[in-house]
């Protein structure tokens, strides 16, 4: 049974920090491709950040370069969003996801994951 746990959502003050992360219940997780994704009131779901298996070159949604940076631990499958200078218009459900890495390749942005977590809150204010 396939579980993407998150965790981290909280409410700040614009400008703040928070770390999301997301624990992920995968036998293989080393060969699933991971990103986050957002979905806020009204709007649809966007992606924030993908990352490959190995965990390098990671794909950011242009508007969010600089501010989030996407990690994972293969030794712990989990994944981690670092969030720094939040904005209001950072509020919204956010979601990990996961698509298997066929034939060991990711395609970023990530392209119909497999499995979603079921989301965590963040609010800036």
């Known amino acids: 049974h396939v579980q993407l746990v998150e965790s981290g959502g909280d409410s700040v003050q614009a400008g703040g920090s928070l770390r999301l992360s997301c624990a992920a219940s995968?036998?293989?997780?080393?060969?699933?491709?991971m990103g986050w994704f957002r979905q806020a009131p009204g709007k649809e779901r966007e992606e924030v950040a993908s990352?490959?298996?190995?965990?390098?070159?990671?794909y950011y949604a242009d508007s969010l370069k600089g501010r989030f940076t996407i990690s994972r631990d293969n030794t712990k499958n989990t994944l981690s969003l670092q969030m720094n200078s939040l904005k209001p218009e950072d509020t919204a459900m956010y979601y990990c996801?996961?698509?298997?890495?066929?034939?060991?390749?990711?395609?970023?942005?990530?392209?119909?994951?497999?499995?979603w977590g079921q989301g965590t809150q963040v609010t800036v204010s």
């Open positions: 996801a996961a698509r298997w890495a066929s034939a060991g390749y990711c395609p970023l942005p990530l392209v119909e994951p497999n499995y």
């Open positions: 990352i490959s298996t190995g965990g390098g070159s990671p």
């Open positions: 995968l036998n293989t997780y080393s060969r699933y491709c």
